[in-house]
């Protein structure tokens, strides 16, 4: 039986630390050039935070995002997922424990053209061996969830940036992961339709209880988090605690 | 090989280099007038390396299988004539001699003095550089030590001086010898009889002449030659020969003074020498004719004639290189339209991929033509050079494939040697490049077609929108008049160069054009082209080219009519709907006019997509539409003949009607399953339920009582379709079991889900993938089928005639009862039921035929049975003329009555395989024929005696029955001792009792009378190796069209490769969902399994019922095929299991690179 059953968060057995990277070099190589990603990054996340991450473009916000939901390796430091060391697992192991406890929302939305709405939104849960039917139902409350049961069988061409931007976040969420990762995910959507978005990932943090880390560029949407990060030159330079985030 | 279809190979060579030159000035002229576009095109060439190598490959394969077709006619036309000039060395011309007391069968011996007489006469004796008198008669030998026999070795006698002229006879050592140089009782051996007696310098040979043995000394062994023993029969035949003086042979066969050939050659080497061939035939006719001559040949009472023996021999070769490039094209037709295909394709993902480049293109100001243009450009250049190594891959294919293959399947009957001609690979490279251009231009315009917005945000067009009508462009009208006026006036053109050209000699063509000038003037030439269009049709149809340019002129008017109506505006569905229509129908009338079937079809096939567009303008779903039309166009090819053929009557059809029947039923299954799919992903879907899974299965078994139905409802009996309903019950049973596991394997439910996703997605790719597949595979059941059913049926008791041993006796040992002499030698007799004799085909003398009411005469074998053969006849008759209550009773008829005849069913055959070296075409009766209604008249004549007879054909033997027996004109002993002399029953047929051991028996026969030259042999033994040979033939040529599916695999790799760059954002977003390096590559896998499986599927559902359809057309059944109908499921299976297997490996790669694509920096990808 796939995990994603599992009990609601926080869980008082989850270690404190949802999310844990100590002292994370991340070093890209390209033509004989060395570009510093990260450069020693410790940075912690408790159980059902909001945290954003901001910064300057090419700071290394969405390369950390990329190390620490485990889509791209780092060169030294420790990752550490809910108490597990990422270098400690192999390629499957990682990916099968993003399928398990983690969801993602991008940019650009990245739905497959090729399937319907339920269709992208019920893939993370085929892929931990979940039956067909079952599958189907939880992505269809998913869809619910975020106001899309409408349009379930239509192809992402059919719908507007803002339903793709939900469709997607359905997607991230189907699995009751314990960490959803959202890299700008309003940043291709206009200021009401990120607003509508934003508001959706607060109430579903709200109600499932989901950490969250968002990559952004949008003051309005760290005001939102419980907490800001910002990065510069591969590294955290400040963090702080938003007012508005506490109250939402 | 000089031609090809019937058309000069250089006048090929000539068209399709200037049509390369104006497709290289189209391009030219895009680099002179755009060279920013042209820069644009061509810039993707150097920066993409590893695209650029798919491309090309993509883009080679068509030519690749036109250059493997030319090499492999060069070659084998080569390897004939090589082993044709060796053998006949520097002999061009051989007089024969005819004499009414000499038997039929072997070569009258004359007094050599004849030769003097004719070297003396001859008008202009430096055409001439050498005489060869010679004596050249069969014998039976056997060697001394070894204690082989064999019954008829070549004895040659020739004397010292005649083998000087050629600087000796050539041994295997690498000497020359001379006759002089043999002590008494010495011979030299040809390098046949060294193999097959195991001789050598100093081994012992007996050869018996006269019924007398002598025994001679080998002093040395010699290469095979006309001059060593190596006679007629074709070069293929390998014969044994020993050579003596000519005086020792003479009086070895008490023939003093005499000869029996004399060979003439001609001023030159040995291949120079028969370009003279006819001049020389004039000179020594006319000398013939000389009264010195004539007046030693009358004092024997013989008649002579001049053969052009090299001139015949090599044109032979030429026909057998020109019908193998023939037949390899035909069969890589199927592959270069998969090529084609394939091309199509590619142009089509490159678009796809350059998507919103060309839309940012296109909204910044670049015209649609503009873009074309930059798509040709880029196109023309990956042509030039995909072309240029599909030539250079053809020749090696052939080289490997086809001369290996054929090596391996002729042996030692004939040396093949690899060549190939500069012109041959001109013209591989002209027709593959203008191919490839022409796929090219028409993909780029298609894809040009792009609406702007949609290609900039990357969203699929959108198709189900109407397309409007467009602004008129009245230069596009302009030009589409232009190509209507162009393409009559070239037809008309056509038609002059062709009649111009019949004419016999240059200057008679020149003297003809300079008369037109001179009646019409400069002006009133133009008038001349009006009048001879006027006349056009008529002109056709006296030429017979009625039907060739009745479709160029179709085909003309069909492409300016698409233009035109471009041209004002009109939507795409509305062009082709109407135009589709008009083009059937018109079709249809000239096929049914030229009475031709191909015609017919070709119109009745486009009409139901012509009706599925305009029903598509008018706002039908596309599903609904091409899926009706694509099933109308299923049943149209696959119902019985006797369902189809009560519309239109019989009409006459060829090799084309297989690649059309293959092309239409591609072209439908592909559209229906294209547009289908998502059912068919049913046996698979998460979603699916139980009863679902079913579906499949219960279709396959719906349509296999569809065909029972209609088998039965046509005459076929259940036993006849039991091989078809087998496979269709175990095609359903396989679908169930698929199905079913479908609900078990649920751990590759995301692999599933994804491999059907892409494929249904993009039902055009998915529709030309299924269809290279299914062309390739369907060509390739259907060859099988054929073949294997043919096999079947010419190993019946009718292909034996009926008869079970063959005894060939010796024309030198002549042994007028057989059944005697074998009682006298010790054989049992009392196992032969019956027995008969015929005058054999090998050495049957080709008299001149001729239909009553004809003018013209061809030659063909004249033959005739003795009476035992007419008693026992059991040989088949597939028509017989009333009033014969049996086939026995015609044959024994024939025996007794001097006016009728009995014929074989190959003088009914016509086309491009029937003609050969005996093209008589007996008129009067039709190869579907069982009864005789009126027996025809055929002058019978001799042309050297000039005797002739009448007779009336009243039976022709079954196509089934085998050459040896079933080929020849069969006469009365009477009419045959008229025109030819007293028959030689040399060749006897023996029906044994049941339960005998033929091949043993045979064998015993042979060895009592070996030292009689009697050879016995068991028919169906002979048969079955004979079929050995043909079987290797066709698996070659089944090879061949094999690599038709390296296009399909090639296709889905291609895709499999471009789809990894395409979809690499997706691959990330499947990585960060979940999928784990291995359900992405399973992922690829499956996809190409899917489509893989879909076209070989209907590839082979489409090529057995074609073929069982074929196989009960009353063409094929009026010639008493008794076979029932089977189909070659292993061979099948293999070819489908080999093609899915390559399928699955050249996708291995590319899914393992998509499985290794870096997430993080696929998710950054756009």
Redesign the interface.
């Known amino acids: 039986m796939p995990e994603t059953s599992g009990a609601p968060r926080p869980d008082p057995s989850l270690p404190v630390n949802a999310i844990e990277a100590l002292d994370v070099v991340k070093t890209y190589h390209s033509d004989g050039s060395q570009v510093h990603a990260l450069r020693g990054i410790t940075f912690r996340v408790a159980p059902g935070e909001i945290v954003a991450v901001m910064g300057p473009s090419g700071c290394g916000k ?2 950390l995002l ?1 190390c620490l ?1 485990g ?2 390796r780092i060169d030294s430091g420790v990752i550490r997922i809910g108490g597990t060391d990422l270098s400690s697992l192999d ?2 192991a990682r ?2 424990h ?3 406890r983690m969801g ?1 929302v ?1 940019q ?1 939305f ?6 319907s709405a339920v ?1 992208n939104a019920e ?2 849960l ?4 979940m ?3 079952e ?2 139902r939880r992505a269809l409350d998913a869809l619910a969830r975020v106001g899309l049961e409408d349009a379930a069988p239509r192809r992402p ?1 059919q719908l507007s940036g803002g339903e793709r931007q939900r469709v997607a976040v359905a ?1 991230a969420l189907v699995n009751q992961p314990d960490i959803v990762w959202a890299d700008e995910p309003t940043g291709n959507l206009d200021s009401q339709t990120a607003a509508e978005v934003m508001n959706l990932i607060v109430a579903l943090n709200r109600s499932e209880k989901a950490t969250f880390v968002v990559v952004t560029h949008d003051p309005g949407i760290g005001a939102r988090c419980d907490r800001i990060v910002h990065m510069r030159d591969g590294q955290i330079v400040e963090e702080e605690t938003p007012v508005a985030g506490t109250a939402r | 090989m000089n031609s090809l279809f019937g058309i000069p190979m250089n006048m090929i060579a000539l068209v399709l280099a200037a049509t390369l030159a104006v497709c290289l000035l189209a391009v030219a002229w895009i680099y002179l007038r755009e060279r920013v576009l042209f820069a644009i095109g061509v810039r993707n060439i150097p920066r993409r390396r590893a695209q650029t190598v798919l491309i090309i490959i993509g883009l080679m394969l068509s030519t690749l299988i036109i250059s493997a077709a030319f090499t492999t006619g060069d070659t084998l036309n080569y390897s004939v004539t090589k082993a044709t000039y060796d053998i006949l060395g520097p002999i061009d011309e051989t007089i024969q001699v005819k004499s009414p007391s000499a038997a039929a069968n072997r070569l009258p011996f004359f007094p050599a003095s004849v030769a003097d007489a004719l070297k003396t006469n001859v008008s202009d004796p430096s055409l001439f550089d050498g005489w060869y008198p010679f004596i050249l008669t069969p014998v039976p030998g056997r060697a001394v030590e070894s204690q082989l026999t064999k019954p008829d070795i070549g004895l040659v006698g020739i004397d010292s001086p005649t083998v000087a002229q050629m600087g000796g006879l050539p041994g295997v050592d690498g000497r020359r010898y001379s006759p002089s140089a043999l002590g008494p009782d010495e011979v030299y051996v040809n390098a046949h009889a060294a193999d097959a007696l195991n001789l050598g310098p100093g081994a012992h040979l007996t050869i018996v002449t006269r019924g007398q043995p002598h025994t001679f000394t080998v002093r040395a062994v010699l290469e095979n030659e006309l001059l060593t023993g190596q006679r007629g029969g074709g070069p293929n035949v390998p014969q044994s020969g020993i050579v003596m003086p000519l005086d020792r042979a003479q009086s070895l066969l008490g023939e003093t003074g005499k000869i029996n050939v004399l060979g003439i050659s001609n001023r030159g080497n040995d291949r120079a020498g028969v370009t003279l061939s006819d001049q020389a035939k004039t000179v020594l006719s006319r000398a013939l004719d000389t009264p010195a001559v004539q007046q030693v040949l009358r004092a024997s009472n013989l008649s002579a004639s001049v053969e052009t023996t090299k001139q015949q021999a090599v044109h032979t070769a030429e026909l057998l290189g020109s019908i193998f490039t023939t037949l390899f094209l035909v069969i890589g037709l199927f592959s270069i339209a998969s090529g084609i295909m394939l091309i199509f394709l590619i142009f089509v993902m490159l678009a796809s991929e350059r998507k919103v480049e060309m839309g940012i293109s296109r909204a910044v100001g670049m015209r649609r033509g503009q873009l074309t243009q930059t798509y040709i450009a880029e196109g023309m250049l990956y042509d030039l050079g995909a072309a240029l190594v599909g030539v250079a891959l053809g020749v090696g294919v052939a080289f490997g494939l086809v001369v290996l293959g054929t090596r391996i399947v002729v042996g030692g009957r004939l040396p093949i040697v690899a060549h190939v001609t500069l012109r041959s690979l001109l013209v591989s490279y002209c027709l593959g490049a203008v191919l490839t251009f022409i796929t090219v231009a028409v993909s780029a315009g298609r894809v040009s077609q792009l609406n702007i917005v949609a290609a900039i945000r990357d969203l699929p067009d959108g198709g189900a929108i109407r397309e409007p009508f467009r602004r008129r462009r009245w230069g596009d009208v302009g030009l589409g008049v232009l190509l209507l006026v162009s393409g009559i006036v070239g037809v008309a053109a056509l038609v002059i160069t062709f009649a111009l050209l019949a004419l016999p000699q240059r200057s008679l063509r020149w003297r003809v054009v300079a008369a037109l000038r001179e009646t019409f003037g400069r002006r009133k030439l133009l008038t001349l082209a009006v009048l001879v269009l006027g006349g056009l049709d008529t002109l056709s149809m006296a030429l017979g080219w009625a039907l060739l340019l009745n479709l160029v002129m179709i085909v003309a008017i069909v492409i300016a009519a698409f233009v035109i109506l471009r041209g004002l505006g009109v939507p795409w569905l509305l062009v082709l709907g109407p135009v589709g229509l008009l083009g059937g129908g018109a079709m249809i009338l000239a096929g049914i006019r030229a009475q031709q079937l191909f015609p017919v079809m070709a119109g009745l096939t486009l009409i139901p997509f012509s009706l599925a567009f305009l029903a598509r303008w008018l706002g039908a779903s596309s599903r609904l539409g091409y899926s009706i039309a694509g099933a109308v166009v299923l049943v149209l090819w696959l119902l019985p003949e006797k369902v189809t053929g009560g519309l239109f009557g019989h009409l006459s059809s060829n090799l084309e009607m297989f690649f059309l029947s293959g092309l239409a039923i591609t072209v439908a299954s592909a559209l229906v399953i294209a547009f289908n799919a998502d059912r068919l992903a049913l046996l698979f879907g998460p979603g699916t339920k139980t009863w679902q899974r079913f579906l499949p299965a219960v279709l396959l078994g719906m349509l296999a009582a569809a065909l029972l139905g209609v088998g039965l409802g046509a005459g076929s009996q259940v036993g006849d379709m039991r091989q078809l309903l087998i496979g269709f019950g175990v095609l359903s049973a396989v679908a169930a079991v698929i199905s079913l596991a479908g609900t078990a394997l649920g751990r590759f439910t995301p692999a599933i889900k994804m491999a059907m996703a892409y494929p249904l997605a993009s039902r055009f790719r998915t529709g030309m993938i299924v269809a290279m597949f299914t062309l390739i595979v369907f060509s390739l059941v259907v060859m099988n089928t054929i073949n294997l059913n043919f096999g079947r049926a010419f190993l019946t008791t009718t292909a034996t005639g009926g008869w079970d041993v063959a005894v060939t006796l010796n024309p030198n040992n002549p042994m007028p009862d057989l059944l005697a002499k074998l009682g006298q030698v010790g054989v049992d007799t009392s196992a032969i039921a019956a027995s008969g004799g015929v005058t054999p085909l090998r050495s049957a003398s080709p008299l001149k035929l001729q239909n009553a009411g004809q003018s013209t005469s061809h030659d063909y074998p004249v033959r005739t049975i003795d009476a035992a053969y007419a008693r026992n006849a059991q040989t088949k008759l597939q028509a017989r003329a009333a009033g014969y209550p049996s086939d026995q009773a015609a044959w024994e008829a024939l025996a007794a009555d001097p006016g009728v005849a009995v014929i074989d069913a190959q003088s009914l055959q016509s086309g491009p395989f029937a003609a050969g070296e005996f093209n008589f075409r007996l008129a009067g009766i039709k190869p579907t024929d069982t009864v005789i209604g009126h027996p025809p008249e055929v002058l019978v004549r001799d042309p050297i005696t000039g005797r002739s007879a009448a007779v009336r054909v009243i039976g022709v033997i079954s196509q089934e029955v085998f050459f040896d027996v079933g080929f020849g004109l069969y006469v009365s002993p009477q009419t045959y001792q008229q025109l030819v002399g007293p028959p030689a029953y040399l060749q006897q047929y023996l029906r044994t009792k049941p339960g005998t051991n033929n091949t043993a028996f045979a064998k015993q026969i042979e060895a009592a009378l070996s030292d009689q030259g009697v050879q016995a042999q068991s028919v169906i033994g002979t048969l079955r190796e004979q079929q050995s040979l043909s079987r290797g033939f066709n698996a070659i040529f089944a090879a061949f069209a094999a690599l038709g599916l390296v296009v399909g695999v090639a296709g889905l790799s291609v895709i499999a490769f471009r789809s990894v760059i395409e979809r690499r954002q997706h691959i990330g977003v499947l990585r960060a969902v979940g999928y784990t390096r291995r359900v992405i590559a399973l992922t690829y896998l499956m996809e190409s399994s899917f489509v893989a499986i879909l076209g070989i599927l209907a590839g082979i559902v489409g090529g057995v019922v074609l073929t069982f359809n074929l196989w009960h057309s009353s063409a094929l059944q009026s010639q008493d095929l008794h076979v029932a109908f089977a189909v070659p499921w292993a061979s099948i299976a293999l070819y489908a299991g080999l093609g899915y297997l390559f399928s699955l490996l050249f996708t291995l790669i590319p899914a393992r690179n998509a499985s290794r694509v870096p997430v993080a920096e696929a998710l950054r990808y756009e």
């Open positions: 969405t390369t990329n939901s889509l791209d390629d499957d990916t099968r993003r399928a398990r993602f991008f650009l990245n739905l497959l053209p090729v399937l269709e893939l993370p085929l892929v931990t061996g039956k067909a039917a599958a189907r061409a997607r």
